[in-house]
């Protein structure tokens, strides 16, 4: 079982930067497909982004594509989320997921219930 951490959410202005962090506690994140989901008040938890377990292989949901980037530090067991040029439809609880794998080679899964490792979240405020 890994312990997910995140750290790094905060306030930010429209079109600011904030970068959010997932650190594992105990265990090496490098057999884990890594994922940042958020949830704003009122609705659901939606997928972000994801990467695969070298880092090779990154997805994006639309609304993100060219402003977040996923990266990882398996050396440091850290995955971070780069958000640049926020918006207020930003503003969420950012939670990142852990889903163990063999090898690099499998789809990120943008689905929830794929996951099996959450950590507590992060909130990230996006004034305008």
């Known amino acids: 079982q890994v312990q997910l951490i995140e750290s790094g959410g905060g306030l930010a202005q429209a079109g600011g930067s904030l970068r959010v962090s997932c650190a594992a506690s105990?265990?090496?994140?490098?057999?884990?497909?890594v994922a940042w989901f958020r949830q704003a008040p009122g609705k659901e938890r939606e997928f972000v982004s994801g990467?695969?377990?070298?880092?090779?292989?990154?997805s994006y949901a639309d609304f993100v594509k060219g402003r977040f980037t996923i990266s990882r530090d398996n050396a440091k067991n850290t995955v971070f989320l780069e958000m640049n040029s926020l918006k207020p439809e930003d503003t969420a609880v950012y939670s990142c997921?852990?889903?163990?794998?063999?090898?690099?080679?499998?789809?990120?899964?943008?689905?929830?219930?794929?996951?099996?490792?959450w950590g507590q979240g992060t909130e990230v405020t996006v004034s305008s």
């Open positions: 990467i695969s377990l070298t880092g090779r292989k990154t």
């Open positions: 105990d265990r090496t994140l490098s057999w884990y497909i």
């Open positions: 997921a852990a889903r163990q794998e063999l090898g690099d080679y499998t789809p990120i899964p943008r689905v929830s219930d794929d996951y099996s490792y």
